[in-house]
Every structure is written in structure tokens, then in C-alpha cells.
């Protein structure tokens, strides 16, 4: 795992524009999805989440990547499925956004994050 993979959200953010997102208690996040088709048919066990955030997701009939994104870019409210609390939403659009930022070739992700700490700030405010 090269150093990229382990590091937060948080720590990728800070390090590139020394700013933080989620700086309010139940803020929302917000990113672009650029999946490709490899990553698109990819479980969702590559996300890694947590027991509670995995097991709503399924439950809720999500398998790939792919059929997550697309629904979350469709308007589908993660927060709505049964038992998936603010801590399990942010937790799964923190580990998309992650996964996504990983796939990106390293020149690209710099750029990547700026376009999401924009887009974060124009909604959050």
C-alpha cells in the first residue's frame, strides 16, 4: 500500500489546500464520480467500510461500486436506508471518495481534490 492508500480524506485535504471539510457536525460531502467501467463492476467489499455501513448497504441491494454511485448521482439519499446513520453515510462517501482518489494517476489528484474542496464549499455555504 503506498502512502496515498492509508492516508484520510482529512489528511489528502489538508495537505494539498490546508483547509478542512466537515468542519460542522452533520456537513455533507460532496464529489464528482469519474468511475470507470473496472471500477464500476468492483464490490464494495474494495471500499472497506465498517460492519454497519456495509451490511446497509446490502441489505439495501448494493453490490458494485458502480450501483452505488449511480444511485447516489441519481439523487438516492444514503441517509435514508435502514440503519445507515450520519456516521455510516459519511463514512461510505468518504471511503467512495478515497477509492476514486486512489484510481486517479497521481498527476491527476491534486487537481482532483481542488475540484472537491470547491465544490464543497459553494454547497456548504
Partial sequence: MNQDQSRTLTQIVEAL?????????G?????????NSKAGDTPIEAL??????????????????GELAEAIAEGTEIAKIRNCGAKS???????????????????????????????????NT
Fill in 89 to 123: 453515510c459519511r463514512e461510505i462517501m468518504e471511503k467512495l471518495f478515497l477509492y476514486q482518489y486512489n484510481a486517479f494517476p497521481q498527476e491527476k489528484r491534486e487537481e482532483y481534490v481542488k475540484e472537491v474542496i470547491l465544490l464543497n464549499a459553494s454547497k
Fill in 48 to 65: 472497506d467500510l465498517g460492519v454497519r455501513a456495509y451490511n446497509s448497504l446490502k441489505r439495501a441491494g448494493y453490490s458494485t461500486i
Fill in 27 to 35: 456537513g455533507k460531502f460532496y464529489f464528482n464520480f469519474y468511475l
Fill in 17 to 25: 489546500a490546508g483547509t478542512r471539510l466537515h468542519e460542522r457536525k
